[in-house]
């Protein structure tokens, strides 16, 4: 094994840009509209929520957006982080594939989520405000937003979905090591939460709710702002930073992927490292299959509906037109809890809409039989989330084992699960089961969804 396994950039290589794909888009993508107009959403609709700087680039037609040099110092701590090249892994399946994955599980929150905190704190505290709120489902957007509001002096308020409130304390005590406060969500704070909380005490939550409380505290509140981990178009840029630094490393290691691989909760980890390759692909230079991975019991993009709906499950953000399983549509309490949001991020659905990328979806029991696979191999245990894109990795080399194809395969491996453990332990205990696609409760919930005439 004296071929190189890691490949690495030079501070000096790091790029200093994100990508904007809308700008190389064959169409652009339909517009948010204002929930009571059902007309366009402008700038002031999304004003009490976001800092200008985040709104104009929520729209912004440039292809590339400069990083503030205060956001680059920050990005310095873990960045760039490293491509490595599975050889164990390609060993042990005995494929003739050769398998690289993009590592975001060294930055300070263990996931790719701080590429995207950390611009919207510094953004928030140019903008002047005091305290970001958030929701948070597995932990880690919380963990992450936590540690960028400390780099720039803000507060941060976090709203943890319930039952992973309850079965997940050390990720809530990191958010609390990084200066944040911390409340259940179903909570006492909000007028909304109270009212979930008389109708049902054990209402576990959901992101949905989750960011229902986020943004109603944000919203009447001018030095409060609101901060979103995944799902809109400035979150989907940030991200990006990992695709123009895979870009470069695979570069470095003469190879071209033919096949890129990731996980699809809101579509952030995905955009982020497959937009910069989409860029190439429809300039002609290279020509590699894109595909998202979803859970089977939340699976928005291969099962959802194209249409306009709710960000959140009260019903107070814009419409978007996103792939849906209803914004009161609330997944099994499947592990991977970063998947478990109702929608997919309206970019994504759109790309998908147009046929540039491909998705299918996944058994979690599948995705932890390779991710022991891959930490037994690799020696990294993955987070929940990205071991369902592991899933459709090995499937892939397992098939090039049959067709002897030599194929190359790039896979997001977003983060790590060393707080997931518990995940972990279900799995090995033989507990963990999986959830039939729940047909009633979504069709139940499509049906109310926003009536938006065509
Ligand atoms: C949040 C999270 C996800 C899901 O969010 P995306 O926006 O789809 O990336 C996936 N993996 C990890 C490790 C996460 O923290």
Redesign the pocket.
């Known amino acids: 094994m004296s071929e190189p396994m890691r490949y690495l950039l030079d501070d000096d290589e790091v790029p200093t840009t994100w990508y904007n794909v809308v700008a190389d888009l064959p169409a652009p993508p339909p517009p948010a509209l204002h929930p009571g107009t059902l007309e366009p959403a402008g700038p002031d609709d999304f004003a009490p929520l976001f800092p200008m700087d985040l709104i104009m680039q929520e729209v912004t037609q440039d292809r590339f957006v400069e990083i503030p040099g205060e956001v680059m110092d920050v990005y310095r701590l873990w960045r760039a982080t490293p491509l490595h090249r599975a050889r164990r892994l390609e060993a042990a399946l005995g494929t003739p594939a050769r398998i690289y994955y993009k590592y975001e599980g060294t930055s300070p929150a263990g ?3 701080p590429n995207t905190a950390v611009p919207q704190a510094y953004y928030n505290a140019k903008a002047g405000v005091r305290k970001l709120t958030t929701e948070t489902g ?1 932990g ?2 919380g963990t992450a937003l936590s540690f960028a509001c400390q780099m720039f002096g803000l507060e941060c308020e976090v709203w943890q979905v319930r039952a992973s409130y309850d079965q997940k304390p050390y990720r809530r005590a990191m958010m609390q090591a990084f200066g944040a406060t911390v409340h259940p969500s179903p909570s006492d704070a909000t007028e909304y939460g109270r009212s979930l909380l008389a109708a049902d005490p054990d209402n576990p939550g959901s992101l949905g709710i989750a960011i229902s409380e986020a943004v109603a505290v944000a919203a009447p509140d001018p030095e409060v702002r609101y901060a979103l ?3 809109l178009n400035h979150v989907l840029m940030h991200q990006t930073v990992i695709g123009e630094e895979a870009l470069l490393q695979m570069a470095k290691a003469g190879d071209t992927p033919d096949l890129i691989i990731g ?8 955009a982020g490292l497959t937009f910069p390759f989409l860029r190439e692909k429809l300039a002609g230079n290279i020509s590699p299959v894109i595909r998202a991975v979803e859970p089977a019991a939340c699976p928005s993009l291969t099962r959802g509906v194209y249409a306009y709906d709710f960000g959140d499950t009260a019903g107070m953000t814009p419409l978007m037109k996103m792939h849906t399983l209803g914004h009161d549509f609330i997944p099994d309490p499947i592990h991977a809890g ?2 478990r949001y109702h929608g997919m991020s309206p970019l994504i659905s759109h790309i998908y809409e147009l046929g540039l990328i491909e998705a299918e979806a996944m058994n979690q029991t599948d995705c932890f039989a390779a991710g022991v696979q891959f930490a037994r191999t690799e020696g990294i245990v993955p ?1 929940p ?2 071991t369902h894109a592991l899933a459709a990795t090995i499937a892939e080399a397992l098939a090039c084992k049959e067709t002897g194809e030599e194929k190359v395969i790039l896979t997001a491996l ?2 790590h699960g060393m707080l997931d453990m518990a995940a972990y332990d279900k799995y090995f205990e033989g507990e963990m089961v999986d959830y039939d696609y729940p047909s009633e409760q979504v069709a139940d919930a499509l049906s109310r969804i926003p009536q938006v005439p065509a």
């Open positions: 996931s790719h989520k597995a880690q957007w981990g995944s799902v996980c699809t909760g809101g579509g952030s980890n995905f970063g998947l987070a989330e990205p977003c983060g």
